[in-house]
């Protein structure tokens, strides 16, 4: 049997360890701190990885997100800054 056709694949919902959320931050951040503790959490609860960009390392990132920083991507795209709202990002991950 052929695989489904993208058109129908598309609007299935990813499996956990498909999603990624990235943690831009910078150094001595409280904000990003509190950030990554949520982020922990609800990647924690579901399975789903992270990881965390150092904004000071990244010329791109710095120019794009500075006066944002904590800023939050799910699957690459930015999904919230400055602060982390536990419900909302455990929404977007079990969409």
Known sequence: MADMSPLF???AAKSPQDRLVTLI???GCHLCDDAQIVIEKVCGDLGVPW???DITEDP???DQYWEQIPVVLVD???HTFWRVNEDRLRKALSE
Do not use: I, T
Request: proline content about 7%; aromatic content about 0%; glycine content about 14%.
């Open 60 to 62: 791109q990132l710095h």
């Open 51 to 53: 990881e965390e960009k």
């Open 25 to 27: 931050r910078k150094p």
């Open 9 to 11: 694949r598309r609007g």
């Open 76 to 78: 690459g795209a930015q």
